[in-house]
């Protein structure tokens, strides 16, 4: 098989020079960003992405929901092959998770772009680089709401109106970082969008687990995604004094919610690795040392490889809620906030991904991922892509985040190859 674009030291150097000043915007001292959605650091890093994209001669938009496109249209009228991730971050994140997809689907398009200008070739599709927006869901909720919308799992409206718990929504903070279009950039005219139709899509990302790194490979093709449920827990109890107040007439909601994080941990403790809990968020009200908080907020998610064992948990955790309204005269309400099913990643994907690494002589393996990525959306519309670089000791939404730069370098490759495959229908059935 022919590679369109060999790994290249030239190449290989701009990409980390270009990684170095992105991971600039937000750096936190302790060698991490902070770029959360929609905020003054965000709007630096899309900025940097605009930049770098149309002095290549990509042409940047940005859809209602915020979602900013960099697109080369090589074939007049054909459809685009994306890649992408997400810029923004956690609080205190670390630099690699989201970044480095973008980055990389930006240089291999580059390189592509350099590649079908020197050979006067004209591939089947046209490339496009993306940056998703609020991929982290940690200002607004959910996560992956840009692709969400994007791929229509969720509705612009809501997206449009969720606020942040300052009030700002996210239309808002788009406006005030120039990140809002008015249309969708994609889909048909009808719909208010551009026209424009997506063939395929592939994202690269850290892996944000222990896998590779304990195989020491450099290549993960993901298969399948863990599936997830998010919950939005209201602890209610009553206001009252913590000095004066007899135990016995307590309704002490920060009570009943310990109760309930001490309840998650031990589910995932009955189950071994195949179960992930976690409560991230706690907002206790009204905050006060010396008042029994009358309500708290929690967020916790579960995760699991099996949906089976997902609804089990579930089921185990309400009636331990139930248990947990007695013991500390509360009451509890649940609802989810986000859920996804456990899904395979489409096998053509995985296939195509699996000859590009033999063929580049990159070893590989195949993993699953934990957590949620864009291209969890993705691969419901579209053939989709996804593949892993490693992530030292498996260390991710934090600032010791870290992953190798030969590892990154290698990422690239790979990517490009896989791309340029795709550009020319690789994960397009023939009619
Ligand atoms: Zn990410």
Not at 99 to 104: E, Q, R, S, W
Request: hydrophobic letters at 40%.
């Amino acid at each position: 098989m022919t590679i369109h674009v060999p790994s290249d030291p030239a190449a290989d150097a701009r990409l980390l020079a270009d990684f170095a000043a992105l991971s600039q915007i937000g750096a936190t001292p302790a060698g991490g960003v902070e770029r959360q959605a929609g905020t003054a650091e965000d709007g630096q890093a899309r900025a940097w992405l605009t930049g770098w994209l149309t002095e290549r001669g990509f042409a940047v938009s940005c859809d209602r929901i915020g979602n900013q496109f960099g697109l080369l249209e090589l074939v007049p009228g054909a459809p685009y092959v994306l890649a992408g991730s997400h810029l923004d971050s956690q609080p205190r994140g670390g630099r690699f998770d989201g970044a480095y997809g973008v980055l990389a689907a930006a240089h291999a398009a580059d390189r592509l772009r350099r590649h079908y200008q020197e050979s006067g070739d004209t591939p089947r599709f046209n490339p496009g680089v993306v940056n998703w927006f609020n991929e982290e869901g940690c200002r607004f909720k959910p996560s992956m709401m840009g692709s969400g919308v994007f791929t229509g799992a969720l509705s612009l409206d809501t997206a449009r109106e969720t606020a942040d718990t300052a009030g700002t929504t996210t239309v808002d903070a788009l406006a005030r970082i120039g990140g809002l279009g008015d249309t969708d950039v994609f889909g048909t005219a009808d719909a208010n969008g551009g026209g424009r139709q997506v063939n395929s899509y592939a994202e690269i990302h850290i892996e944000q687990g222990r896998e590779l790194d304990k195989a020491g490979l450099p290549l993960g093709l993901v298969d399948a995604t863990w599936a997830a449920n998010k919950y939005e827990i209201s602890v209610l109890g009553a206001q009252a004094h913590t000095g004066a107040t007899a135990m016995a007439d307590r309704q002490d909601a920060l009570y009943g919610a310990a109760l309930a994080v001490v309840a998650a941990r031990e589910l995932a403790e009955r189950f071994g690795d195949q179960l992930h809990t976690s409560c991230g968020q706690l907002t206790v009200y009204p905050n006060s040392p010396v008042v029994v908080a009358r309500e708290v907020h929690l967020h916790l998610d579960l995760r699991s490889p099996s949906d089976e064992l997902l609804a089990e948990a579930d089921d185990l955790l309400r009636q331990q809620f139930a248990e947990i309204e007695v013991k500390a005269d509360v009451r509890i309400e649940r609802r989810f906030a986000h859920t996804w099913l456990g899904q395979a990643y489409p096998p053509a994907g995985v296939a195509l991904a699996a000859a590009v690494a033999a063929d580049l002589e990159v070893a590989s393996m195949r993993v699953k991922t934990r957590a949620g990525h864009d291209s969890t959306n993705m691969k419901n519309i579209v053939p989709t892509v996804m593949l892993f670089i490693p992530s030292v000791d498996g260390i991710s939404h934090a600032e010791a985040e870290f992953t190798r730069d030969e590892d990154l370098c290698t990422g690239v490759d790979v990517l490009t190859e896989t791309l340029a495959r795709m550009l020319e229908g690789a994960l397009t059935p023939e009619t």
